[in-house]
């Protein structure tokens, strides 16, 4: 007993220190013990006790003090410094906490590219939506990169390997390629047996120009690696385009698992070079990217856990 009754009165001590430090704080910030006191809701008495308790429990004078104005001493500045910093960490912790806690509301700008954002998030919107009925999720598809800043956008999904040092970015998925072609494509052309055999093939590529236009390939036994080199008569920046020209017996197309597996599966595509792993143009990784902050608006970090929560493991 004799210990708990010096626990307390040790915490009562530090607790009415921490008082006394934070009333110190709003006196030199106010400039005056009168200003400190309209802010805190005290009296101007009840201010000046704590202050002089301060300084009696600190054995050092913290203010010198005339009938015009407060000026610091050394020793109090020394303080102020340390107690503001202490302060202001406690306040942005009490709003982070307060934010997690807060319900959101309001409107939620996200962008996305076209197929991955049609084909792999939108379907995951009305949950989401569900869980949180007060927010309204504005999704723009868009094939380009968008400047987060100037257009209003409070997240980005980018399927990239190259992403902007100026933004946070998290992964939210795995994003893996497949080498396929329809079964009548493959019936007139033949089946590639290894990534040399590609150069006798019409490979359709993603991109304009040249980009895209080399293909790299991993053997998943050994690890030996093929760059090879492609031509195309068809170069098209849209891989569901691509897709619906496989269909067509128009070549071998090297695409997203999302954009080409209910194909695969059904038989419309067949899948070549199983043995390989195909290191795709844009990185094997789905990112979402937001501006740096702070304090994360808890719509962004709903949004962003809920996209790994579903998109975790997938391809």
């Not at 390997?161 to 893996?176: E, Q, T």
């Not at 090879?228 to 920046?237: K, L, W």
């Not at 209910?262 to 038989?267: I, T």
């Not at 043995?275 to 304090?295: D, I, N, Y």
Request: with cysteine.
């Amino acid at each position: 007993m004799i210990v708990s009754h010096r626990a307390t009165a040790m915490d009562g001590e530090i607790l009415e220190q921490l008082t006394g430090m934070a009333v110190f704080v709003h006196v030199v910030d106010a400039g005056s013990f009168t200003a400190a006191a309209q802010r805190l809701g005290l009296n101007k008495s009840a201010v000046s006790k704590h202050i002089t308790r301060l300084e009696t429990r600190l054995s050092t004078r913290l203010l010198h003090r005339t009938t015009r104005a407060l000026s610091l001493t050394e020793a109090g500045q020394l303080l102020y410094d340390s107690a503001a910093q202490s302060m202001g960490a406690l306040e942005e912790a009490r709003l982070a906490l307060s934010n997690m806690n807060a319900e959101p509301r309001g409107a939620l700008r996200v962008t996305a590219p076209v197929s991955f954002g049609r084909l792999c998030i939108a379907p995951l919107v009305p949950e989401f939506l569900a869980r949180h009925p007060q927010l309204k999720l504005r999704l723009t598809l868009l094939d380009r990169v968008v400047d987060l800043a100037d257009e209003g956008y409070d997240l980005a999904i980018r399927v990239s390997s190259r992403l902007a040092d100026n933004l946070v970015a998290r992964p939210i998925g795995k994003v893996s390629y497949l080498l396929c072609a329809s079964p009548g494509y493959l019936a007139r052309h033949g089946r590639p047996r290894r990534p040399a055999d590609l150069a006798q093939h019409n490979c359709l590529y993603y991109g304009t120009g040249d980009f895209g236009n080399h293909w790299t390939f991993v053997r998943r036994k050994g690890g030996e690696r093929e760059v090879v080199p492609v031509t195309s008569n068809f170069v098209v920046n849209s891989s569901e385009v691509i897709c619906d020209a496989l269909f067509s017996d128009v070549g071998i197309g090297l695409l997203p698992v999302y954009t080409v597996r209910q194909a695969v599966a059904d038989g419309r595509l067949t899948q070549l070079l199983a043995g390989w792993e195909v290191v795709g143009p844009f990185g094997s990784a789905a990112h979402a990217v937001w501006l740096p902050t702070r304090h994360l608006p808890p719509k962004v970090r709903l949004f962003v856990d809920y996209l790994v929560e579903k998109m975790s493991g997938r391809n």
